[in-house]
């Protein structure tokens, strides 16, 4: 796969990601900071390494699946995976900063 075409499924994957909302924070998950990577291999498949905001979270069995079938809902993917890690924990310090505003979490 060319660089630029993984460029341009990194941006869907992006968009779509963006779809996706915490219950707890009405914001979406990646201007929250829970999407730590995002990694396509040469075959198209999406590996996304991604946390929430706690391991009590109450979507924690909904939202990972969620967002891996809306990840591989976008034409061009082929497979898509994700990937929970609590290492490192999340803090409102990795919300960009539009999210900060929005939530008022300063």
């Not at 707890?24 to 040469?42: C, F, K, M, S, V």
């Not at 999340?90 to 900063?97: G, V």
Request: with cysteine; net charge negative.
């Amino acid at each position: 796969m060319e660089i630029v075409a993984k460029i341009d499924l990194e941006t869907k994957v992006i968009e779509v990601l963006q779809t996706c909302f915490d219950p707890e924070i009405p914001t979406n998950i990646y201007d929250l900071g829970l999407i730590y990577e995002i990694n396509i291999d040469d075959d198209a498949n999406v590996h996304t390494l991604m946390t929430l905001t706690s391991p009590s979270c109450p979507v924690a069995g909904t939202l990972p699946p969620e967002v891996e079938e809306k990840i591989r809902n976008i034409p061009g993917v082929n497979g898509s995976n994700v990937e929970i890690t609590w290492d490192p924990g999340w803090t409102k310090d990795m919300m960009s900063e539009t999210a900060r505003f929005e939530t008022g979490m300063f």
